[in-house]
């Protein structure tokens, strides 16, 4: 088992990659703390974790308001004692339109989930792993915050906001063995997606990688989940 007794906090667990990536940890001996907004879904996904045989704290939680994300944080600091992975994964993506008939509110609502979103949660575990001295942070980034792609600009500057942050993050807090990474998950059949694109039980191999004390000189990473290998050079002579 790769993450045996590891705790992790996974935002937006309640459905598509956030739930893969949760059974995944669960199966490989993680504790976990989920939460998203809608509570039948994450009810079921901490089921699913429970009858696989590991403890699982579910809290419904909208990752862009400060309090619900302060009392999520405390309450799986307070049930597991400390916190070792952080998956920021919750996201959303609204209709692509050209800029001028982008409204406004789509714009803060992308900015406020996959961006203030990211810095609240993390906010709130980096003094828990700051005084383990460890932790590994996963941010759930996408090619549409690494590429040039016409009429996405809200979500596309979300998240080239959010490689922005996991670099910066990441040579802040190295002093204190905490690494800070980005996945882009590939094209997956979630809702994002209209259900088009790959299972997302197919991406989450990275997840573990990144979470795990395998990877514990890797830090400021780009990895995709299809050429996370290649690109550590895992696969070399
Ligand atoms: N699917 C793809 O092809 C693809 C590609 C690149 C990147 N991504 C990224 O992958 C991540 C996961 O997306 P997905 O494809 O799995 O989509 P999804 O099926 O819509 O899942 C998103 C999850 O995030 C939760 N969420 C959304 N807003 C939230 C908020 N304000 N607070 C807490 N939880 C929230 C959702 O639950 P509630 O709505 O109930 O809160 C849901 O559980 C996102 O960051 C997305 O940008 C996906």
Redesign the pocket.
């Known amino acids: 088992m790769k993450l045996k007794d590891k705790v992790a906090l996974i935002?937006?667990?309640?459905?598509?990659?956030?739930?893969?990536v949760a059974l995944h940890y669960a199966r490989e001996g993680a504790k976990l703390a989920l939460?998203?907004?809608?509570a039948a879904?994450?009810e079921e996904t901490a089921q699913e974790i429970k009858a696989a045989g590991a403890e699982c704290l579910a809290t419904?939680?909208?990752?862009?308001?400060e309090q619900p994300v302060s009392s999520f944080v405390g309450e799986a600091q307070k049930r597991f004692g400390r916190i070792d992975v952080l998956i920021?994964?919750?996201?959303?993506?609204t209709r692509p339109v050209p800029l001028a008939e982008l409204e406004i509110r789509k714009w803060d609502y992308t900015m406020?989930?996959?961006l203030r979103?990211p810095f609240l949660v993390s906010k709130a575990v980096l003094p828990v792993m700051m005084g383990q001295k460890s932790g590994a942070i996963i941010n759930?980034?996408?090619?549409?915050?690494r590429g040039v792609y016409a009429n996405f600009c809200a979500?596309a500057v979300s998240?080239w906001g959010l490689e922005g942050f996991t670099q910066t993050l990441a040579t802040e807090v190295r002093s204190y063995s905490i690494r800070v990474n980005s996945v882009?998950?590939?094209?997956?059949?979630?809702?994002?997606?209209g259900y088009h694109?790959g299972r997302?039980e197919a991406v989450t191999d990275v997840f573990v990688f990144l979470g795990s004390d395998e990877s514990k000189s890797i830090t400021g990473r780009m990895l995709s989940s299809s050429g996370w290998k290649q690109e550590i050079g895992k696969n070399r002579g």
Not at 60 to 65: F, I, K
Not at 140 to 145: D, F, K, L, T
């Open positions: 935002t937006g667990a309640g459905r598509g990659i956030g739930k893969a939460c998203a907004r809608t879904e994450l419904t939680c909208d990752v862009s308001l920021n994964n919750a996201g959303v993506m406020a989930v996959n979103g759930v980034s996408s090619s549409i915050g979500y998240k882009d998950p590939g094209y997956v059949a979630t809702k994002v997606t694109g997302p």
